[in-house]
């Protein structure tokens, strides 16, 4: 049996057998990779969109060549982006040695690697951004998902550890995989690079055809351009910069100021906390009860900034007295970052209050971000016609932190706690599911003030 044949016959978690269901790119990279001709390249760049069976496919690929080629005691390397990844192509193997028959008598999958029962080779799966690559000797490394990398120094030793165990071994075969990223990424200059050398390099274009038109639709609508465009078309694009444009801003200003509570809306009060260097800003935004269409459209109904220095702190009892204003008008519960306001948000709970406490985390505020961005892209915001607050958001940028990891910045001198607890409350409103209910003709001041004693919150 050739490792092609033990590939093909990989059972899929559909029942399906892996050459069954394998589209003709994927069995020829399959092809290129485990038998490649006389002259034909051992070093492959497959880019292929989301949901492209990357992981599923290196894990067969990685099974065939330690049932079929793996020399004893031979090692070969599985590099994905970090933990979490590595566990998922480890995750791939198990599934195909639990339904292929008699595939547990000769692999196992343990902890860090996949190991040949027979004659003790293996597949050691490495993270990178773990720097523990020197001197690797191997004839077989698989790089899942290189364009999705960190931009660390730990991830670039990585890098450059793997590509400079390729000459150590004769005839050593490199397959790096993924979909396509950042032109800025350094992983672009690897793509460049193999394009120079001679690698074989196959870019396959998106959408995917199984990929359905709902499906692809809800992706354009939830994420970035460049995300939509890098995750699902394999187009390298560059991240967007700017979080809107004058032109979507300027259709969202509908309001001539703050605006006073309707028993037909859900409210809440949202606060971005910076006490010396940064502002601290306030806002109270809403959505309607009962609405039209796949989602409401939220309204900006008050908003406060203080601005304090390192002489002169912000005052958080002025930032309470407001909030306690704000919260007896509307009627709304409290969402905060707990990092610089425990104390605050003890005193709220302690005079009764709702307080929803979402940490700012790396992943988190990149939702925050993606979430401002589609409101104001579809114009499904309300803003007053106010000349700071539209100053600002027209100058927030979108910093990629990571490959499809976004925060909010700004350049020096300018801000973005406006935009912080904006977002912070489109969040908790569209995306929260603490705050979720059911909105029916019938909802009525009445329910909407059982819904919030429920919760919690005192009835105003």
Not at 204 to 210: D, I, K, M, S, Y
Not at 214 to 229: I, K, N, Y
Not at 242 to 257: F, P, S
Not at 446 to 455: C, G, P, V
């Amino acid at each position: 049996m050739s490792a092609l044949d033990v590939l093909h016959g990989l059972v899929l978690d559909d029942d399906r057998r892996w050459g069954e269901a394998a589209v003709s790119w994927q069995r020829e990279d399959a092809r290129a990779v485990l038998e490649p001709g006389e002259g034909e390249p051992r070093l492959h760049w497959l880019g292929r969109p989301k949901g492209g069976s990357k992981s599923t496919d290196l894990a067969g690929m990685c099974i065939a060549w330690l049932i079929e080629q793996a020399g004893p005691l031979a090692d070969g390397y599985a590099v994905a982006a970090d933990k979490d990844q590595a566990n998922r192509l480890l995750d791939k193997a198990r599934g195909f040695i639990a339904r292929t028959s008699g595939l547990d008598e000769v692999l196992e999958v343990q902890s860090q690697r996949i190991v040949n029962r027979v004659n003790g080779a293996r597949v050691v799966a490495l993270e990178a951004d773990v720097a523990s690559s020197e001197g690797l000797l191997t004839p077989w490394i698989v790089v899942d998902e290189l364009p999705n990398w960190a931009d660390t120094s730990s991830a670039r030793r990585m890098w450059t550890s793997v590509v400079s165990a390729v000459p150590k071994w004769r005839g050593c075969r490199l397959v790096v995989i993924g979909h396509a990223g950042d032109p800025a990424h350094w992983s672009r200059k690897v793509l460049d690079s193999a394009l120079r050398l001679g690698w074989r390099v196959v870019e396959v274009p998106g959408p995917l055809p199984w990929m359905s038109e709902a499906d692809l639709e809800m992706q354009e609508a939830m994420l970035l351009p460049s995300e939509f465009a890098r995750r699902h078309l394999n187009r390298w694009t560059t991240a967007e910069d700017r979080l809107t444009t004058g032109e979507d801003l300027a259709a969202c200003v509908r309001l001539d100021g703050p605006q006073p509570r309707y028993p037909d809306r859900l409210y809440v009060a949202s606060l971005d906390v910076g006490l010396k260097n940064d502002r601290t800003a306030a806002a109270v935004v809403s959505v309607p009860v009962v609405f039209e269409g796949r989602a409401p459209r939220v309204r900006l109904d008050r908003m406060a900034v203080w601005e304090g220095s390192r002489d002169a702190p912000v005052e958080l009892d002025a930032v309470e007295a407001w909030l306690w204003a704000a919260v007896q008008e509307y009627g709304a519960p409290v969402v905060v970052d707990p990092y610089q306001a425990a104390q605050l948000t003890q005193r709220l709970r302690a005079r009764g209050w709702l307080v929803v406490e979402h940490a700012f985390t790396q992943q988190s505020v990149g939702r925050l971000a993606r979430r401002l961005f589609q409101v104001i892209a579809d114009h499904a915001l309300e803003l007053p016609d106010d000349a700071e607050l539209l100053d600002e958001l027209a100058n927030v940028r979108l910093r990629e932190t990571a490959p499809g990891v976004f925060r909010m910045d700004h350049d020096a001198g300018r801000h973005d706690d406006r935009a912080i607890a904006l977002a912070l409350g489109c969040w908790a409103l569209l995306d929260s599911d603490l705050l979720r209910f059911d909105r029916d003709p019938g909802w009525t001041d009445e329910t909407e003030l059982a819904y919030l004693d429920d919760a919690g919150i005192s009835p105003v």
